[in-house]
């Protein structure tokens, strides 16, 4: 029987700028209840936590809900959309998402979280540290919620990875009735990280979990740009 459990990660705590992000994560995941982990799990980091960790905070004028505003157009590579307050943009990261990913919930007021700089690099960091503290080899995703074209409501995806598949491509493979599949790629990175999210929540204060039972041929080195659809590939551009 294929089983994929997963579950929130307790104790983690407020992080602040210049925390050592993978030893707590390490140091949460080797108590009860949360641990202890086995190689092959894949550790969820949301990106709130990561930027935090990172110093990626600007302060903004907590008194005017426009003034982080800046900071999303001087985040964006390019504007994708306007629609009142609201502005689609592509980030230098290749994502296409509201407001350049500049976010205000879930930090301090008066402080915007950006984006992490390079977030596969914050994915490589976690894993190679519980790595060393704990003895085991794990996937480490970094998700952040994102919108969905032509689609209502909003889902986590991942921003940063490592250790784990981005995309798992099954093209030339058959299906369970023996026809050969000519287009399918599946998210595999994306529909973890969605999963994750249903443990963690928006307002529990859970900002880490483990997913167990994952495939292991998913397992492997990958970085972000698999889940990013390349420019000559893009109908709607």
């Not at 919108?147 to 299906?175: M, N, Q, S």
Request: one cysteine or more; hydrophobic letters at 45%; charged letters at 25%.
């Amino acid at each position: 029987m294929n089983r994929i459990t997963a579950w929130g990660v307790e104790g983690i705590g407020e992080i602040r700028p210049g925390d050592q992000l993978g030893d707590i994560v390490a140091d949460a995941c080797n108590a009860a209840p949360n641990g202890p982990l086995l190689d092959g799990d894949v550790l969820v980091v949301t990106q709130k936590v990561v930027s935090k960790a990172e110093g990626q905070l600007v302060q903004v004028d907590a008194s005017d809900p426009l003034s982080h505003k800046t900071l999303v157009e001087d985040e964006a590579v390019r504007i994708v959309r306007r629609r009142g307050d609201l502005i689609i943009t592509e980030t230098r990261h290749g994502f296409i998402c509201a407001n350049s990913g500049v976010d205000l919930s879930n930090v301090e007021r008066g402080y915007a979280a950006l984006l992490p700089l390079d977030s596969d690099r914050s994915a490589r960091r976690v894993r190679d540290i519980v790595r060393a503290r704990l003895g085991v080899n794990v996937g480490v995703i970094v998700s952040d919620t994102f919108g969905r074209p032509w689609r209502k409501g909003l889902t986590d995806v991942a921003i940063g990875v490592a250790g784990i598949a981005g995309v798992v491509d099954l093209r030339g493979t058959p299906d369970s009735l023996g026809r050969i599949m000519q287009v399918t790629e599946v998210a595999v990175a994306d529909e973890i990280a969605s999963a994750a999210e249903l443990v963690m929540g928006k307002s529990s204060g859970i900002p880490v979990a483990v997913v167990r039972g994952v495939d292991p041929e998913w397992l492997r080195e990958s970085d972000v740009k698999e889940l990013v659809r390349p420019a000559q590939e893009d109908l709607f551009r």
